[in-house]
Every structure is written in structure tokens, then in C-alpha cells.
């Protein structure tokens, strides 16, 4: 049996990244990483493609980078999408059990599922569905601790959530990779291919939302029963604080940048002030969250708390500004992919986890149904290659 290859590409406003995987011949355990490439993105706004060729050009570099680092040629790819055109929406749908006996199948599940999707069909028109998630069965009005499958009822329902994106901005993606001879074989929302290597199964069996501080968003997604019950992503990022501070203490945004990063420590500042315009912006970010966590009724509710990552949870005073907006837990998210992995910066979180995405395909082809429709029950094998 030869070893799987698994390339994982996360498009980002500030970097691309590409992550090469390598699943061992047994074809049990984690994908090893066996190369990386990184460039700086061009063309983009919020996650948006707005200068195609320029996006282009900065793939390709990253691209060559991770070939020449793995020794192989990438020709097909798990793609990340992250952009603030990202939404969730809820629905419900329910169907009588075809079986004569009431037993309820898989293909009834399935049928459920199509119910609740096509009841929100016309609400979101432009838009793709990259994943759905049942969130609760019910039969004959009482809710279903477990599986449905195998249990007898005249009426089964599902509650659901569907995140979806703009149509236009998948496609352009998926037309700017293929361009370059890569074959897109899925595309998944970043926050959730973060939290593929981000968080533990008991963080989400107990419950916490992993919040990721990027260049000029902040993604967020919620676990709860290990089952992610909400996403979204906010139009506010680390920039943002490198902006405050070049406008509070009047310094070019090169040296606010500085500043920011604690790598320039010798300027005639307050540090009490730098201090507050950090914390004024942090307090603006997590507050998004907290209304966020309000809506769908978690706030103060989430035992595992709120694991950071991305650049911004660097920043000083972040895990503190969370502790206090949110009144959770808080702490920095660590990366642990493996010991041959030579960057575990958590900015890498996304192309990893993408190429843990990929590594369901050895086992579970059937669960990852025509990729380029992007359309996936995400729990049937979420659990399998958490630590």
C-alpha cells in the first residue's frame, strides 16, 4: 500500500499557506506534515478575491515552496475558505419514516436532512452550502439522546445548522487554484478546519468556542455535546490594533506594528496608554463574540472556555480582555500535529487541519459525498484524528 499525499492550501488575507501531509502506508494515525510553503497574499480584502492574478501569483509561490520542501508535485488540494462572507442559518425539517414497521434508516436521516435544507433554499439565494450539521432529532416530540437509527416513530425532526457562503467567491477561488493545475477536491470553512488541530475531544464534549484573531477578521466557531452548534466571522482583526495605536500614540504604522508584537520597546511612549488602546480594542472584539454566544443562549455557559489563536492572540492582554468581556476560561491555543512538524506557529492551524480534513478520505470516501458540492455532515467523523 502506497502512503497517501494530502495537500491542504489556506488562502488568507495576510499569508498563504500550504501544508503537505503524508499518511503512513498502514493507513491508521495522524498524517505526518512533509512540507510547507508560505507567501505573503496579494489581492485580497477580507478574504476576498479582489485582483485574481495577484492572488494568483501569491498561491503559486507557496506552491512551489511546498513542493520543493516535500519532494512531490501537487496536483490536488483541500482548499480553506474564511472570508466575513461566511454565515450560519438554522432550520428544522421532519418527514414520516418510510419503513412499514416505523423503524427509522439511514436513508430517513438523510431525508431529513434534505427537508431542512430545501426549506432555506430560498432565503439564501447566491449562496453555497459548504456544511451541514444536525444538531438535534427529534421522534414523536421527544428528543433523541444518541442515534435515531434503529429506534421506531410515525413522525421524525431534525434541527439544523448549514453554513454557507457567497456562490461567487467559492467559484472564484476554486477557478483562480485550478488555473494553476491543482484540482480543488473540497472546500471547508476555515474555523472549522482549525478546529480539526486546535482543540481537544474534551473541550468539545464539555463545550467551548475557539476564537481565531486574524489580520482583519476574527472567526469564531462554538462545540458544544462535540458538536459545532455556531460560526461566524466578525470584520475585525490585529490590524485593527495596529491602526489604534498608530493613531493614539502618533507613530507610523511600521512602528505600531512593532509596538504591537512587543518588538520595540525603547520608544518614548506611555505604556499605560498602549496599554488601554489595546485592551479598548480587544474589549470590541470580544464583545462581538459575547453577542454572538448571547444569541444562540451560551454566554458564561461554556465550560472549556475560549481557546485562542491567529496572530492576534499574541498580542499582550488578549487572554485577560477575554477572560473578563466574555467571563470564561481563556488560554492561547497550542498546535500539536506530531514531532516532525517544524512550525507550530497557530497560524498554521487552517492548512493543517485541512490536511486532517483529507485524511477521512483513506477511510470514509462515502461520508464526503461530491466534494465539489461541498455539501458534508461534518460529525460522522469529526471525533476520529482529534488528540
Known amino acids: 500500500m502506497s502512503a497517501h499525499i494530502i495537500t491542504g492550501i489556506d488562502v488568507g488575507t495576510y499569508h498563504v499557506k500550504v501544508a503537505v501531509a503524508r499518511i503512513p502506508k498502514t493507513g491508521s494515525g495522524k498524517p505526518e506534515i512533509i512540507g510547507t510553503g508560505l507567501s505573503e497574499s496579494r489581492g485580497l480584502k477580507s478574504g476576498y478575491i479582489m485582483q485574481g492574478a495577484d492572488v494568483a501569483r501569491s498561491i503559486k509561490s507557496a506552491l512551489v515552496q511546498a513542493e520543493k520542501s516535500s519532494g512531490i508535485t501537487i496536483k490536488k488540494a483541500h482548499v480553506a475558505i474564511g472570508s466575513i462572507g461566511l454565515e450560519e442559518i438554522y432550520s428544522h425539517g421532519e418527514i414520516i419514516p418510510s419503513r412499514a414497521d416505523s423503524e427509522i434508516t439511514t436513508s430517513d436521516l438523510e431525508k431529513v436532512m434534505q427537508d431542512s435544507e430545501e426549506r432555506i433554499l430560498d432565503h439564501i439565494p447566491n449562496r453555497r452550502i459548504l456544511h451541514s450539521v444536525p444538531l438535534r432529532h427529534v421522534i414523536d416530540g421527544t428528543e433523541v439522546l444518541g442515534r435515531a437509527q ?48 486546535m482543540l481537544s475531544k474534551a473541550q468539545k464534549r464539555a463545550g467551548c468556542v475557539l476564537t481565531n484573531i486574524g489580520a482583519e477578521t476574527t472567526s469564531i466557531v462554538v462545540f458544544e455535546d462535540s458538536t459545532p452548534i455556531s460560526l461566524n466571522i466578525f470584520p475585525i482583526g490585529s490590524t ?127 461520508t464526503l459525498g461530491i466534494v465539489k458540492h461541498t455539501k458534508h455532515n461534518v460529525l460522522s467523523w469529526l471525533s476520529q484524528f482529534l488528540p
Request: proline share 2%; aromatic share 6%.
Open 150 to 197: 434503529g429506534l421506531k416513530g410515525t413522525k421524525l425532526e431534525v434541527n439544523s445548522l448549514f453554513i454557507t457562503t457567497y456562490e461567487q467567491h467559492v467559484n472564484d477561488l476554486i477557478r483562480t487554484i485550478e488555473g494553476l493545475g491543482v484540482y480543488v477536491e473540497d472546500v471547508i470553512a476555515s474555523p472549522l478546519a482549525a478546529s480539526f488541530v
Open 240 to 366: 485593527d490594533i495596529t491602526n489604534d495605536i498608530a493613531l493614539g500614540l502618533r507613530v507610523p504604522l511600521e512602528d505600531a506594528e512593532k509596538i504591537k508584537r512587543g518588538a520595540m520597546t525603547s520608544a518614548t511612549y506611555s505604556k499605560r496608554k498602549l496599554d488601554e488602546i489595546i485592551q479598548g480594542r480587544l474589549k470590541a472584539i470580544f464583545t462581538l463574540v459575547d453577542d454572538q454566544l448571547k444569541k444562540i443562549k451560551r454566554d458564561g455557559l461554556l465550560p472549556a472556555g475560549v481557546i485562542l489563536t491567529g496572530g492576534g492572540a499574541n498580542v499582550s492582554g488578549t487572554v485577560e480582555a477575554a477572560k473578563s468581556t466574555l467571563e470564561l476560561p481563556a488560554r492561547t491555543a497550542t498546535l500539536d500535529i506530531g514531532k516532525s512538524i517544524k512550525t507550530r506557529d497557530a497560524s498554521w492551524a487552517v492548512a493543517y487541519g485541512l490536511c486532517m480534513w483529507g485524511a477521512s478520505d483513506t477511510e470514509e470516501v462515502s
